[in-house]
């Protein structure tokens, strides 16, 4: 059964991204999961998973700059980074789709996780 999950690294603690806004949208714009990563950085449950999970296009939306600003009290405003979308597809809707967020206050990447 396949499945999307996520989790979230602070580089610049060098902890887990506790209690970060995530929003899952598909290829249309429509929101599928609006959620909130727990205390190790992940979701408490798929994003998608068995017959919810399509091949297609979708977007993750990660507010980094809520997040920052309650970490961060001098963080500029606006702050650099404020919402960090991640498009990506999905050929095989059987397979295990991980898509990780390492960010700072500044920067960003993401690879497909197993």
Same mark, same amino acid.
């Given at each position: 059964?396949?499945?999307?999950?996520?989790?979230?690294? *602070?580089? /610049?603690?060098?902890? +887990?991204? $506790?209690?970060?806004?995530?929003?899952?949208?598909? &290829?249309?714009?429509?929101?599928?999961?609006?959620?909130?990563?727990?205390? *190790?950085?992940?979701? *408490? $449950?798929? !994003?998608?998973?068995?017959?919810? !999970?399509? &091949?297609?296009?979708?977007?993750?939306?990660?507010?980094?700059?809520?997040?920052?600003?309650?970490?961060? +009290? /001098?963080?500029?405003?606006? $702050?650099?980074?404020?919402?960090?979308?991640?498009?990506?597809?999905?050929?095989?809707?059987?397979?295990?789709?991980?898509?990780?967020?390492?960010?700072?206050?500044?920067?960003?990447?993401?690879?497909?996780?197993?």
């Amino acid at each position: 059964m396949g499945k999307l999950t996520t989790h979230v690294l *602070d580089t /610049s603690h060098g902890r +887990p991204g $506790a209690g970060m806004r995530v929003r899952l949208f598909d &290829a249309d714009g429509v929101l599928l999961v609006d959620t909130r990563t727990n205390d *190790d950085g992940r979701c *408490d $449950a798929p !994003l998608l998973q068995g017959a919810a !999970l399509k &091949a297609g296009r979708y977007r993750l939306e990660f507010s980094v700059g809520d997040y920052f600003r309650t970490l961060i +009290p /001098s963080l500029p405003e606006p $702050a650099f980074l404020d919402v960090v979308p991640i498009a990506f597809g999905v050929a095989d809707p059987e397979g295990h789709y991980h898509v990780p967020l390492l960010v700072s206050p500044f920067g960003f990447s993401s690879y497909r996780g197993s």
